[in-house]
């Protein structure tokens, strides 16, 4: 009935779903354990270059190669994440100095006049509709202090959570100069377990992946910096203050799924509007509208041109993975495709 390669083509499908599913369950159920190990291997892989540099170009001898290409990229890391909080640091202290000097009756007044319309409201209503719907109001404030007991246990958690992240961070930090000083080793035993033949195909697996990998990687900096770019010129022309550092907080926030900028852009706009600011917290909400429109428009096109993947494919995976489950779904749909390409492109499969 069907076309021999059809059912061979499907067969080997089944089989690269099955292994796919089974190491992403895997990777994901023990993510918890093994996150600072993996991300580690991923920084020491990330700079051999800059360790073959330090060793080839350089000749630095023994270990010296990846302790300084380690310390190099953590000290880069650590001075922009410095600059980082002093520019929000910096930019909040003027904030502040400008709402202390600020009148205040502009957000305050509009607040007031909706207060002083629900009293109103609530004087009309029959006295009898309390007592009636007393039970529903109870509840509605237990719910609302079950709220902020839940909001305070976060709080605490986080804040008792702090020694464990220090100590992730040390676990990276040394992990990636061991993987980074005994990165050759490790591959070269890991290709050893191969026949002569399956060095050659893992060879160019590991080339077509590499490079499809980082053409994921490109195309998704690209879009943050879209948003980055975007967000900076539209708070410019606006007038929003403070627009680089939100701008660069915008971008971090657009890696977060279904939220997004919006926790930024709606706030913001919001606080534009009560101050009695209209032109400027409606033109937030288009620019809002304008990014959003354009990110749903440009990703698929530009993830699906890097990676050679049609672009209905890209948005069945995101929309279907989102749908399912959330954003883990969609990693596991979008990566799915990608590998599935990568051996294609391989002919393994």
Same mark, same amino acid.
């Given at each position: 009935?069907?076309?021999?390669?059809?059912?061979?083509?499907?067969?080997?499908? @089944?089989?690269?779903?099955?292994?796919?599913?089974?190491?992403?369950?895997?990777?994901?159920?023990?993510?918890?354990?093994?996150?600072?190990?993996?991300?580690?291997?991923?920084?020491?892989?990330?700079?051999?270059?800059?360790?073959?540099?330090?060793?080839?170009?350089?000749?630095?001898?023994?270990?010296?190669?990846?302790?300084?290409?380690?310390?190099?990229?953590?000290?880069?890391?650590?001075?922009?994440?410095?600059?980082?909080?002093?520019?929000?640091?910096?930019?909040?202290?003027?904030?502040?100095?400008?709402?202390?000097?600020?009148?205040?009756?502009?957000?305050?007044?509009?607040?007031?006049?909706?207060?002083?319309?629900?009293?109103?409201?609530?004087?009309?209503?029959?006295?009898?509709?309390?007592?009636?719907?007393?039970?529903?109001?109870?509840?509605?404030?237990?719910?609302?202090?079950?709220?902020?007991?839940?909001?305070?246990?976060?709080?605490?958690?986080?804040?008792?959570?702090?020694?464990?992240?220090?100590?992730?961070?040390?676990?990276?930090?040394?992990?990636?100069?061991?993987?980074?000083?005994?990165?050759?080793?490790?591959?070269?035993?890991?290709?050893?377990?191969?026949?002569?033949?399956?060095?050659?195909?893992?060879?160019?697996?590991?080339?077509?992946?590499?490079?499809?990998?980082?053409?994921?990687?490109?195309?998704?900096?690209?879009?943050?910096?879209?948003?980055?770019?975007?967000?900076?010129? @539209?708070?410019?022309?606006?007038?929003?203050?403070?627009?680089?550092?939100?701008?660069?907080?915008?971008?971090?926030?657009?890696?977060?799924?279904?939220?997004?900028?919006?926790?930024?852009?709606?706030?913001?706009?919001?606080?534009?509007?009560?101050?009695?600011?209209?032109?400027?917290?409606?033109?937030?909400?288009?620019?809002?509208?304008?990014?959003?429109?354009?990110?749903?428009?440009?990703?698929?096109?530009?993830?699906?041109?890097?990676?050679?993947?049609?672009?209905?494919?890209?948005?069945?995976?995101?929309?279907?993975?989102?749908?399912?489950?959330?954003?883990?779904?969609?990693?596991?749909?979008?990566?799915?495709?990608?590998?599935?390409?990568?051996?294609?492109?391989?002919?393994?499969?």
């Amino acid at each position: 009935m069907f076309n021999a390669d059809f059912i061979r083509n499907l067969k080997n499908f @089944g089989i690269f779903l099955l292994i796919y599913t089974a190491l992403f369950v895997l990777l994901y159920s023990t993510s918890s354990f093994t996150f600072p190990f993996i991300l580690a291997f991923a920084i020491a892989f990330l700079i051999q270059p800059v360790t073959k540099f330090f060793r080839n170009r350089l000749r630095f001898k023994n270990n010296t190669p990846a302790l300084l290409a380690s310390l190099l990229v953590y000290v880069v890391i650590s001075a922009l994440l410095a600059l980082l909080f002093y520019s929000i640091i910096s930019e909040a202290k003027q904030l502040l100095v400008s709402l202390s000097s600020a009148n205040l009756d502009i957000v305050t007044t509009p607040v007031k006049n909706l207060l002083n319309e629900i009293g109103n409201y609530f004087q009309k209503i029959d006295p009898t509709f309390i007592e009636k719907n007393s039970s529903q109001f109870t509840d509605l404030l237990k719910n609302g202090l079950n709220i902020v007991g839940t909001s305070l246990s976060t709080f605490l958690s986080i804040a008792l959570s702090i020694p464990i992240w220090i100590t992730v961070i040390i676990i990276v930090i040394l992990s990636t100069y061991f993987f980074s000083r005994d990165m050759s080793s490790i591959k070269r035993k890991f290709i050893s377990v191969f026949s002569e033949s399956g060095r050659e195909k893992f060879e160019n697996v590991w080339f077509h992946g590499i490079k499809m990998l980082s053409q994921y990687a490109k195309a998704y900096f690209f879009i943050y910096f879209l948003t980055f770019l975007q967000t900076l010129i @539209g708070f410019i022309i606006l007038g929003v203050k403070y627009s680089v550092i939100l701008s660069i907080i915008c971008a971090f926030a657009d890696i977060l799924p279904v939220l997004g900028i919006a926790i930024i852009y709606l706030p913001l706009a919001l606080i534009y509007l009560l101050s009695g600011n209209y032109f400027t917290g409606v033109g937030i909400l288009i620019l809002f509208v304008l990014i959003s429109i354009v990110r749903q428009i440009v990703e698929p096109k530009i993830v699906s041109t890097s990676l050679g993947i049609h672009p209905v494919i890209t948005l069945l995976a995101i929309f279907i993975g989102l749908k399912a489950y959330g954003f883990v779904g969609m990693i596991f749909l979008t990566f799915l495709v990608v590998f599935y390409k990568v051996l294609k492109n391989s002919e393994i499969i």
